[in-house]
Every structure is written in structure tokens, then in C-alpha cells.
């Protein structure tokens, strides 16, 4: 019998979790290596699979193993290294390891939709010596054969394409095909990597970078001394300035590839920190790959080839660059660390910060945690001494002059609008100065819900169990979890009454407002719903075009106001009213970063509209204390038993006939009761707070752990007692260490 190889096949079913054995043929012996994505025959069909073990022991009869069908692409698309980090999330998030591989990987691979591209290019076969006659023939009879000539002629240490030279000499390829023909030019095919381009800065304030005070080169020399030692040290670095965040990392990076250092960036979203990205992508160029979800198949898969062929040293990019396939990693850095964005909301559900502690364990790498107002639970270890504790752009940093508005005066004073008396003055003082005004609501549409003011009942969507939101452009009432709209109905649905209306705010209905306020102002709004026009809008406020801006956290785009001095909070309320244990940190982040917005600005004011101006989340916000924040926050987490002092598993269980999810939810809950003694506390079961979506009923229990170790035991149990035998049509989910508990 041949060699035999070990494989996970692309099929992400429970039963098929495991690696098979699969014989290899006599044509692909000492060519497969881990990593390598393979054909395999499955039940009565071929499938991709990956290599994750070679010259393996059989697990079953010889007789019994299938042989390898054939390769799909000749180089491993990871090696060992990347294979125990896979391994490792899947064991720890309870995923599937083939989600984990899919997730990691350039999307289109297993179902063979990309490749390197090839491109034809043309040269010159005359000596150096016959150019000059063969162009004075060409003058004559054929000008644009002469163009083409002598282009290639005046380029011919550049590799032209067939393509860009008939463009050069506007004409068709066939003018340079009766070039090869007449055995002038030799045409040949090579590969090209798809590289994204980025559009230039537009400005020199964009393109303009903060110095950097004594202290901050000293905070820059104490973590490059531990990449330069291959210390695996982790920094936790709280920065107040975001224009500081490009010196600093270029100093950091220069130091480091000089070194042949190879290091990691992660950004929560690509938008917001699309100035800091050109910045980046502008200066290192051909050194540095991005890797996120914007790009095509073909530039994710090029840019993850040309990391593996050592062409770049700097990976850049979302979540998923976290698995850049570098073989000298010696630096990762996660900016703005405390993102919700770095947890995966569909499975594999980890969290790339988290994954990054395993890596950088794993490849004795230096990890650096940016944030300007940390997670509790970063900032907790950072006290316990787990990360070291450091500070950038804390000398001179101006904060912008703030104010609390209480809207609960604003009703008292008889102001029933949106908008206090404070803003509205503030806003007319901005137009007759010929000064913008930002204004941020995180509630798009005209109204978050439909109401009859007879009976009181609120228009749902179908699908799910939350209210529909009111568009009042489309004159549509939309869903924003599935996307189902439906028209408004003239009359209640519950008693027949035609007292029906659109309640709550929401940026359309803002914008009405000015509108009716300011008249003759230039104002717009920028949510999701608009997404396309977006660009043209950020673009048009900051050319001047358009006086007023109302938007969601799309406005939080980092180093693109270079001259707004005023930004006003609509209500700081939203966030903190969510049924969230993370609520008041999630407010005190939110309100920080858009403040941080106007940081070190001329004469510049925030406003912040709250009907609860004296929680501690705002107020710490408002006088820029985080330090105050954090110790008022983690007192209420300790007396709660909520992270950092536990671990949570959030169990979800769902399926389209409520009974049944209901059943089987409380038949879960019964039988962890028989096991108390594993966990501090169980909450539940009992249904979603968004009970229903995309026409699936949700319930959940929630698990508090004290040890890591219990909380393993119990999930074990549970999957083998429920998930192993789940019902048709009931989905048992495991969120570990969940952010969204809706």
C-alpha cells in the first residue's frame, strides 16, 4: 500500500468534523504537503479538501481508503504553524475546523474560481543596432506600427503588455500582432499579482503627520527592543492622538523590517480608517499587502500568495488578516483593540484579538493592543499585570470644549423637538460663520417604529420580532435585520383605527427638522441606506457644498475633517438603553471616538443631547476620564459577575416552530441544572430579546464561568447530548465569549 495522507473535506456538517484518510498516488508522492488543497472522491462525488497530515497511519483497512483524485493548486496555502492556530479556534470557539480553514483563506479556492492571472506581454527581438532602420521603414508606411515601436523601444527595461502598448498607440491589437508577424516583436506570458489601488490624499492636512514628543520615542523604543529580543511581550497602549497613530507606526515598522521583521496591522473597519491606510499603502508600497473583504477574489488571492512568497513584509487589513501566512512574524498590532467589529458574528465565531494572544504566543511575536479608550477587559489584564501598560500622545493633547445638555430641562421648558435650544443656536451661529456642522444619530431612517395611538400597537416585521422602522422617502417601513419591507398600512392592523404614526427619531427625520429650521441650508444625511452615495456626500461637506450633515457612525472616518471645529450628539442614549452589559462601555467608546474627531482643534465644541447627562458613561466621556470610566465600570462588573471576573458562553437555540424551540430550550435548561456546581450562575432559558429572525424563533440561556476548564466540560456535554442529535429544522448555536447577546 502507498503513502497515506490525512484531510478535512469542504463539507461543514458535524459527522464529516473530523480528517479522513485518503491513499496517495503514485504521480503526487513527495509533492503534497500540508496545506495543499487536493480533490478527493466523498460518498458518489469528488470534493476539495485540505492536507493536514502527511505520511500518516491509516485508520481504517487499506482495502477501504480511496486514493487522492488530484491536486487543484501546486503550493500548500498553509503550513503547520497556521494549521495548530486553526486547530486551536476551532477547539476553543467550538467550530468546525474546515469553517475555521474557509474563514482564514482567500474566498473562491475550494470551488477552484481563482487563480494567478497571466497576462500577455511583448519585446523587441532586432539587435540594438537595426532599431533605427527598421522605425525609419515603419515611419514611412506604418505610423502606428512606428508608435508601438517606438514606445517599447523607449520602455524596453519595463514589461509592456500586448494590451497597454496597442492603448499607447490608440489603435487595435491587431496592429501589433502584424508586428509579430513581420517577426519584430516576440510576444511572451507571465503572471501578475492583482494589487488594489488606492486613490492618492486629497489634501496636504490629510496627508500631514503629528510629531512625536521624547516620551513617545521612548514608548517606541521599549516595544521594538522586545520585537528585536523575540520577546513575546504584549503591550496594551493607551493613544489619545489618531494623527499620532501614522508616525508612530511608521517609526515602529521602519525599525522592524529593517530588521527583517515581519508584523501583522489590524483595523476594526476599512472606511473608517481609510486616511490612515493610503498613509500607510502610499509609503511602504510594494512592501505592504492588504487583506480584507472589499477586494476581488483575485487580489485576496494574490496578496495572500505574495505574503507566502516573502515579497512583503507588512500585512494590513480587517479581522481576517490576523492569518497572514508569514513564516518570521514578529509584531502584531490591533488598532482600536476595544471594536466590537473583531468578533466574527457568523461561525467561526472568534475574536481576532483573542486568536492574536494565540498567535503571537505561538510565533514569539510582540503584540500591541492600541486603543484610546481600552476594553475593561484589556485594560483589567493591563492591572493584573498581563499586558504592559503603555501611553502615546498624552503631552498636548487639546481637547475640544464639551457640553452637557439635558433634555429632560429641554421638555420642562416646553422644547418638545429633537433638537435643544443650545443646538439650534449653536447650528444658526455655524451658517452665519460659514462654519460646517456635524451631527451624529446612530438611528437611521424617519422613525424607529410605527405606532397606533389608539391601541397602542407597533407594526412588526413578519419575520422577525422587532418594530419596523419608518423611510420616508421610500414611504416604506423596512426591517433592518432581514431586509423585508412592506407599504403602511391606512388603518390599524389591531383595532381599525386610522391614528396611525411614525414614532422615535432617526436621521431622515432629522434632517426634516433642520429642514424646516434653517431653510435655505444645505443639508444631508449619511446612513446604510445611502451607502452608495456616501463617497460624493463625505467629499461634497468637506468641500463646502453642503452646511449641515446628519449621519450614523459612518461619519466616523479618522483624519478626514481637517477643518470641521463643531460635532453635535443627537442623543448619547441609544447605545446605553440596549439590554447590554457592555451598554455603558459601548456609550463611553462611542462618545470618545467622536469626540476624538475634533482632538487638538482650534476653538472646537462638542455637544452632547441626553435625557441622562449625570451616568457615569457620558459625564466620564464629557470630561475625557477614562480612568474614572474604568474604575466605576469594572466595580459593576465584579458585582455583577460579568467579564473580566467570569467567562460567558451565550446558548441559542432556534428553528421555525416556537414550540418547539421553546421545548427544546428549557429541556437544555433542565438538564444543566443537574450540573450546577460547573458554573457561577445560569440565566434562562427564556426568549431572545429579539425573540424572532428571518422568521426563526430564538431562545437562550446564558452560562457564567469561573474556570476555563468547567466551561469546556460543559459545552463537551452538551454537544454530545444535544447538538450531536439535533432535531430537523432546531439549530443549536454556541456563542463563546459572545459580544451580541440580543
Same mark, same amino acid.
Given at each position: 500500500?502507498?503513502?497515506?495522507?490525512?484531510?478535512?473535506?469542504?463539507?461543514?456538517?458535524?459527522?464529516?468534523?473530523?480528517?479522513?484518510?485518503?491513499?496517495?498516488?503514485?504521480?503526487?508522492?513527495?509533492?503534497?504537503?500540508?496545506?495543499?488543497?487536493?480533490?478527493?472522491?466523498?460518498?458518489? $462525488?469528488?470534493?476539495?479538501?485540505?492536507?493536514?497530515?502527511?505520511?500518516?497511519?491509516?485508520?481504517?483497512?487499506?482495502?477501504?481508503?480511496?486514493?487522492?483524485?488530484?491536486?487543484?493548486?501546486?503550493?500548500?496555502?498553509?503550513?503547520?504553524?497556521?494549521?495548530?492556530?486553526?486547530?486551536?479556534? =476551532?477547539?476553543?470557539?467550538?467550530?468546525?475546523?474546515?469553517?475555521?480553514?474557509?474563514? =482564514?483563506?482567500?474566498?473562491?479556492?475550494?470551488?477552484?474560481?481563482?487563480?494567478?492571472?497571466?497576462?500577455?506581454?511583448?519585446?523587441?527581438?532586432?539587435?540594438?543596432?537595426?532599431?533605427?532602420?527598421?522605425?525609419?521603414?515603419?515611419?514611412?508606411?506604418?505610423?502606428?506600427?512606428?508608435?508601438?515601436?517606438?514606445?517599447?523601444?523607449?520602455?524596453?527595461?519595463?514589461?509592456?503588455?500586448?494590451?497597454?502598448?496597442?492603448?499607447? =498607440?490608440?489603435?487595435?491589437?491587431?496592429?501589433?500582432?502584424?508586428?509579430?508577424?513581420?517577426?519584430?516583436?516576440?510576444?511572451?506570458?507571465?503572471?501578475?499579482?492583482?494589487?488594489?489601488?488606492?486613490?492618492?490624499?486629497?489634501?496636504?492636512?490629510?496627508?500631514?503627520?503629528?510629531?512625536?514628543?521624547?516620551?513617545?520615542?521612548?514608548?517606541?523604543?521599549?516595544?521594538?527592543?522586545?520585537?528585536?529580543?523575540?520577546?513575546?511581550?504584549?503591550?496594551?497602549?493607551?493613544?489619545?492622538?489618531?494623527?499620532?497613530?501614522?508616525?508612530?507606526?511608521?517609526?515602529?515598522?521602519?525599525?522592524?523590517?529593517?530588521?527583517?521583521?515581519?508584523?501583522?496591522?489590524?483595523?476594526?473597519?476599512?472606511?473608517?480608517?481609510?486616511?490612515?491606510?493610503?498613509?500607510?499603502?502610499?509609503?511602504?508600497?510594494?512592501?505592504?499587502?492588504?487583506?480584507?473583504?472589499?477586494?476581488?477574489?483575485?487580489?485576496?488571492?494574490?496578496?495572500?500568495?505574495?505574503?507566502?512568497?516573502?515579497?512583503?513584509?507588512?500585512?494590513?487589513?480587517?479581522?481576517? +488578516?490576523?492569518?497572514?501566512?508569514?513564516?518570521?512574524?514578529? &509584531?502584531?498590532?490591533?488598532?482600536?483593540?476595544?471594536?466590537?467589529?473583531?468578533?466574527?458574528?457568523?461561525?467561526?465565531?472568534?475574536?481576532?484579538?483573542?486568536?492574536?494572544?494565540?498567535?503571537?504566543?505561538?510565533?514569539?511575536?510582540?503584540?500591541?493592543?492600541?486603543?484610546?479608550?481600552?476594553?475593561?477587559?484589556? $485594560?483589567?489584564?493591563?492591572?493584573?499585570?498581563?499586558?504592559?501598560?503603555?501611553?502615546?500622545?498624552?503631552?498636548?493633547?487639546?481637547?475640544?470644549?464639551?457640553?452637557?445638555?439635558? &433634555?429632560?430641562?429641554?421638555?420642562?421648558?416646553?422644547?418638545?423637538?429633537?433638537?435643544?435650544?443650545?443646538?439650534?443656536?449653536?447650528?444658526?451661529?455655524?451658517?452665519?460663520?460659514?462654519?460646517?456642522?456635524?451631527?451624529?444619530?446612530?438611528?437611521?431612517?424617519?422613525?424607529?417604529?410605527?405606532?397606533?395611538?389608539?391601541?397602542?400597537?407597533?407594526?412588526?416585521?413578519?419575520?422577525?420580532?422587532?418594530?419596523?422602522?419608518?423611510?420616508?422617502?421610500?414611504?416604506?417601513?423596512?426591517?433592518?435585520?432581514?431586509?423585508?419591507?412592506?407599504?403602511?398600512?391606512?388603518?390599524?392592523?389591531?383595532?381599525?383605527?386610522?391614528?396611525?404614526?411614525?414614532?422615535?427619531?432617526?436621521?431622515?427625520?432629522?434632517?426634516?427638522?433642520?429642514?424646516?429650521?434653517?431653510?435655505?441650508?444645505?443639508?444631508?444625511?449619511?446612513?446604510?441606506?445611502?451607502?452608495?452615495?456616501?463617497?460624493?456626500?463625505?467629499?461634497?461637506?468637506?468641500?463646502?457644498?453642503?452646511?449641515?450633515?446628519?449621519?450614523?457612525?459612518?461619519?466616523?472616518?479618522?483624519?478626514?475633517?481637517?477643518?470641521?471645529?463643531?460635532?453635535?450628539?443627537?442623543? =448619547?442614549?441609544?447605545? &446605553?438603553?440596549?439590554?447590554?452589559?457592555?451598554?455603558?462601555?459601548?456609550?463611553?467608546?462611542?462618545?470618545?471616538?467622536?469626540?476624538?474627531?475634533? +482632538?487638538?482643534?482650534?476653538?472646537?465644541?462638542?455637544?452632547?443631547?441626553?435625557?441622562?447627562?449625570?451616568?457615569?458613561?457620558?459625564?466620564?466621556?464629557?470630561?475625557?476620564?477614562?480612568?474614572?470610566?474604568?474604575?466605576?465600570?469594572?466595580?459593576?462588573?465584579?458585582?455583577?459577575?460579568?467579564?473580566?471576573?467570569?467567562?460567558?458562553?451565550?446558548?441559542?437555540?432556534?428553528?421555525?416552530?416556537?414550540?418547539?424551540?421553546?421545548?427544546? +430550550?428549557?429541556?437544555?435548561?433542565?438538564?444543566?441544572?443537574?450540573?450546577?456546581?460547573?458554573?457561577?450562575?445560569?440565566?434562562?432559558?427564556?426568549?431572545?430579546?429579539?425573540?424572532?429572525?428571518?422568521?426563526?424563533?430564538?431562545?437562550?440561556?446564558?452560562?457564567?464561568?469561573?474556570?476555563? $476548564?468547567? $466551561?469546556?466540560?460543559?459545552?463537551?456535554?452538551?454537544?454530545?447530548?444535544?447538538?450531536?442529535?439535533?432535531?430537523?429544522?432546531?439549530?443549536?448555536?454556541?456563542?463563546?465569549?459572545?459580544?451580541?447577546? &440580543?
Amino acid at each position: 500500500m502507498g503513502k497515506v495522507l490525512k484531510a478535512i473535506v469542504d463539507l461543514p456538517l458535524r459527522e464529516l468534523n473530523k480528517e479522513f484518510d485518503y491513499l496517495i498516488p503514485a504521480e503526487l508522492e513527495n509533492k503534497l504537503e500540508i496545506g495543499h488543497l487536493i480533490k478527493v472522491p466523498f460518498s458518489n $462525488r469528488k470534493v476539495s479538501a485540505f492536507v493536514t497530515e502527511v505520511d500518516a497511519e491509516a485508520e481504517i483497512a487499506p482495502e477501504k481508503i480511496k486514493k487522492v483524485s488530484g491536486l487543484i493548486y501546486d503550493r500548500p496555502f498553509f503550513d503547520q504553524n497556521l494549521l495548530n492556530l486553526f486547530r486551536w479556534i =476551532a477547539a476553543y470557539y467550538h467550530s468546525y475546523l474546515i469553517q475555521v480553514i474557509k474563514a =482564514a483563506l482567500p474566498p473562491g479556492i475550494t470551488e477552484n474560481k481563482v487563480s494567478r492571472k497571466k497576462l500577455k506581454y511583448i519585446k523587441l527581438k532586432a539587435e540594438a543596432d537595426e532599431h533605427q532602420e527598421i522605425l525609419a521603414k515603419l515611419n514611412k508606411r506604418a505610423p502606428k506600427q512606428y508608435l508601438i515601436y517606438s514606445y517599447l523601444l523607449a520602455n524596453k527595461n519595463k514589461s509592456i503588455t500586448l494590451k497597454k502598448a496597442a492603448e499607447y =498607440a490608440e489603435t487595435s491589437r491587431q496592429t501589433v500582432y502584424r508586428l509579430i508577424e513581420k517577426d519584430l516583436l516576440e510576444v511572451y506570458a507571465d503572471y501578475i499579482d492583482r494589487i488594489p489601488e488606492l486613490e492618492k490624499l486629497e489634501s496636504e492636512s490629510a496627508a500631514e503627520t503629528a510629531s512625536l514628543s521624547e516620551e513617545d520615542h521612548q514608548v517606541i523604543d521599549k516595544i521594538f527592543a522586545s520585537v528585536l529580543a523575540s520577546k513575546p511581550d504584549k503591550f496594551l497602549l493607551e493613544s489619545s492622538h489618531h494623527k499620532q497613530r501614522f508616525s508612530f507606526l511608521k517609526e515602529l515598522i521602519d525599525k522592524s523590517i529593517s530588521e527583517a521583521k515581519e508584523l501583522i496591522i489590524l483595523v476594526p473597519e476599512i472606511d473608517k480608517d481609510l486616511v490612515l491606510i493610503k498613509k500607510l499603502k502610499a509609503y511602504y508600497q510594494d512592501k505592504i499587502a492588504l487583506l480584507h473583504s472589499q477586494l476581488s477574489q483575485g487580489e485576496r488571492f494574490d496578496a495572500w500568495r505574495r505574503i507566502q512568497r516573502s515579497e512583503v513584509s507588512i500585512a494590513l487589513g480587517a479581522r481576517s +488578516a490576523i492569518f497572514a501566512p508569514f513564516n518570521n512574524l514578529k &509584531l502584531i498590532i490591533i488598532l482600536e483593540e476595544n471594536n466590537h467589529s473583531y468578533k466574527q458574528q457568523e461561525h467561526p465565531l472568534y475574536h481576532a484579538r483573542q486568536v492574536a494572544v494565540r498567535r503571537q504566543k505561538e510565533s514569539k511575536a510582540v503584540l500591541v493592543l492600541e486603543a484610546d479608550s481600552p476594553s475593561i477587559e484589556s $485594560r483589567y489584564f493591563a492591572q493584573e499585570n498581563k499586558y504592559q501598560l503603555l501611553k502615546l500622545g498624552q503631552k498636548d493633547n487639546k481637547q475640544p470644549k464639551t457640553e452637557l445638555i439635558d &433634555l429632560k430641562k429641554e421638555v420642562e421648558a416646553g422644547n418638545l423637538s429633537d433638537l435643544s435650544q443650545k443646538l439650534k443656536d449653536k447650528i444658526q451661529l455655524n451658517l452665519a460663520k460659514k462654519q460646517k456642522t456635524l451631527l451624529f444619530l446612530n438611528r437611521r431612517g424617519y422613525g424607529n417604529y410605527v405606532i397606533c395611538k389608539k391601541c397602542g400597537y407597533v407594526i412588526k416585521c413578519d419575520n422577525c420580532d422587532i418594530s419596523l422602522h419608518y423611510h420616508k422617502n421610500e414611504q416604506k417601513l423596512s426591517c433592518h435585520y432581514c431586509g423585508s419591507q412592506k407599504n403602511i398600512a391606512e388603518k390599524c392592523p389591531e383595532c381599525g383605527s386610522s391614528f396611525i404614526s411614525p414614532a422615535g427619531i432617526g436621521t431622515e427625520n432629522i434632517v426634516k427638522q433642520l429642514e424646516e429650521i434653517y431653510p435655505t441650508a444645505q443639508i444631508k444625511r449619511v446612513d446604510s441606506d445611502i451607502k452608495h452615495k456616501a463617497e460624493k456626500i463625505f467629499n461634497d461637506f468637506k468641500n463646502g457644498e453642503i452646511d449641515i450633515l446628519v449621519g450614523t457612525q459612518m461619519i466616523i472616518k479618522h483624519d478626514f475633517y481637517p477643518e470641521l471645529n463643531f460635532l453635535g450628539v443627537i442623543s =448619547a442614549d441609544t447605545a &446605553l438603553n440596549s439590554s447590554d452589559f457592555r451598554a455603558s462601555e459601548s456609550t463611553f467608546q462611542l462618545l470618545s471616538e467622536l469626540k476624538s474627531l475634533l +482632538a487638538n482643534k482650534k476653538e472646537s465644541e462638542f455637544f452632547i443631547q441626553s435625557f441622562k447627562p449625570d451616568h457615569f458613561s457620558i459625564k466620564s466621556a464629557a470630561d475625557s476620564n477614562y480612568d474614572n470610566f474604568f474604575k466605576q465600570e469594572l466595580a459593576l462588573r465584579k458585582e455583577r459577575n460579568y467579564p473580566p471576573f467570569c467567562r460567558l458562553v451565550n446558548i441559542i437555540i432556534q428553528g421555525v416552530e416556537e414550540k418547539k424551540v421553546a421545548d427544546k +430550550a428549557l429541556k437544555i435548561s433542565s438538564f444543566l441544572d443537574d450540573w450546577g456546581e460547573y458554573y457561577a450562575e445560569k440565566l434562562g432559558a427564556v426568549p431572545a430579546a429579539i425573540k424572532k429572525i428571518r422568521n426563526k424563533y430564538r431562545w437562550q440561556i446564558i452560562l457564567k464561568f469561573k474556570s476555563f $476548564r468547567n $466551561r469546556e466540560y460543559i459545552i463537551q456535554l452538551l454537544e454530545k447530548k444535544f447538538k450531536a442529535k439535533a432535531e430537523f429544522k432546531i439549530e443549536i448555536r454556541i456563542d463563546v465569549d459572545p459580544y451580541k447577546m &440580543l
